[in-house]
Structure formats: C-alpha cells, structure tokens
C-alpha cells in the first residue's frame, strides 16, 4: 500500500500517524509538503493528519483547504483514492467540501486533551473492516474546534445512509458534536473524517492499540 501524508505548517501529528502507517504496511509513506501542486500517479491513499495547520487562522481548517496540495487531493478524492482526515484533517475536509457539516468551537470553550470512549457505528468500510459493529473503544482527542454540527437533514441522511463511523458513548462526548457523532464517511466510504486521533493508540507502548484496527483495515483493503 502506498499512502501519503499533506504536511502543512503547523501540522504536529504529521510524523506520529506516519510511524502509524509504516508499522502497518512496512513502508514509510511519502510526505507531502502543502506547496506542492502534484502528488505521485499510483497512491493509494491520502492522510490529511492532526495539527493546526496555517495557526488555524480565518477558522480551522479554512486556509489550508485552499493550498495547492488540496486541489489535487480533492481532484484525487472525487475519482476514489480514499482519503483520512484526522482532527485537523477532518476539519480541512469539510472546509473543501468533500464531507458535509462543520466543526465548530467545543460546547465548553475550552481545549479537550483526553481519552475519550467511542461506539463503532459502521464496521463494513475499508477504514473499520477490523472493528466488529457497536464495539466500545478508547481514543485520544486533542482539540478546541471539534463540535460537529450539520442541519438536521444532513444528520438525517448521514445516519440513514450509514455515514456515521464513530460515535462517542454515551455520556463522553467531549466536545458537545450532535448526535454524539466522532467521524463520517463520504456518500461511497472512501472518505472518512475524525476527531479522534487513533495514531496515538496505535502500538502498546502508547498505553493502548485500540487505533491499529484503523491502519490494519486501510492495509487489508488497500494491498
């Protein structure tokens, strides 16, 4: 499997979710600076990592959606190379367009650096074919602009369509998104956007692996 990573200024888990990717398919990907305006002809995946890319400036995500990396990786996205987006990564694919809804400031107004308990909604994708449906796990957030927000057709659609990957439990929703939702797919899963930051549950030594399934699922689906 061949993957690459959009490095924009101010990306901080650019390298954590490369490690991330390199365990799982023995390889390291290529690393994509933002002012780049192409990306190699076969790649198999795209990951837009967490950070606070361009100072998250204007809103997060907003500047970075126009770089000129994006427009290939939107040219890319919309033929079906499958793309992650991780926290700043979900936020800049929302900005783009290539997945519905916002994400605006935490309920609380205040940063959330924790480990939050999450539901896997949506087991039959590329990203989660390693979890089993409604399987409780633990991962990371580290974010002050995570409240998912879509009007209420959106909503509707996207839990209808089976769009909602992750939600967090009950009770845990650190951020206060609605319906308690943690990450979405695009219309045909090959997109999937997420707050939580599962390059950092991705080996014991982190204190938890509840975030490989998402790199071994990518591996499995992809090689």
């Known amino acids: 499997m061949k993957a690459a990573v959009i490095v924009f200024p101010a990306s901080n888990c650019d390298r954590d979710v490369a490690m991330a990717l390199e365990r799982a398919t023995g390889k390291a990907p290529l690393m994509a600076w933002h002012g780049e ?3 190699p002809d076969q790649l198999d995946l795209i990951v837009l990592p967490g950070g606070f890319s361009y100072g998250d400036y204007l809103r997060c995500g907003a500047m970075a959606a126009h770089s000129p990396i994006m427009r290939e990786v939107i040219a890319r ?5 499958p793309v992650l987006g991780i926290c700043n990564g ?3 694919l929302c900005e ?4 519905p809804g916002v994400l605006m400031r935490n309920a609380s107004l205040k940063f959330v650096s924790r480990s939050v308990a999450m539901t896997v909604e949506a087991a039959n994708t590329m990203f989660t074919a390693r979890y089993t449906p409604g399987q409780t796990i ?8 995570g409240n998912y927000f879509a009007d209420k057709a959106t909503l509707d659609r996207l839990e209808g369509e089976g769009q909602v990957a992750f939600r967090y439990a009950q009770g ?9 939702i943690a990450g979405i797919f695009n219309e045909r899963r090959t997109i999937m956007g997420m707050m939580p ?4 549950v991705s080996e014991p030594l982190h204190g938890g692996t509840d975030g490989k399934a998402i790199f071994d699922s990518l591996v499995g689906a992809l090689s």
């Open 37 to 39: 305006a192409n990306l």
């Open 77 to 81: 996205a919309k033929k079906g190379t």
């Open 90 to 92: 979900f936020q800049i």
């Open 96 to 99: 783009t367009g290539l997945l």
């Open 138 to 145: 633990r991962i990371p957030v580290a974010h002050g602009d």
């Open 172 to 180: 845990d929703n650190p951020n206060g998104a609605a319906r308690n």
């Open 197 to 200: 930051h599962p390059e950092r």
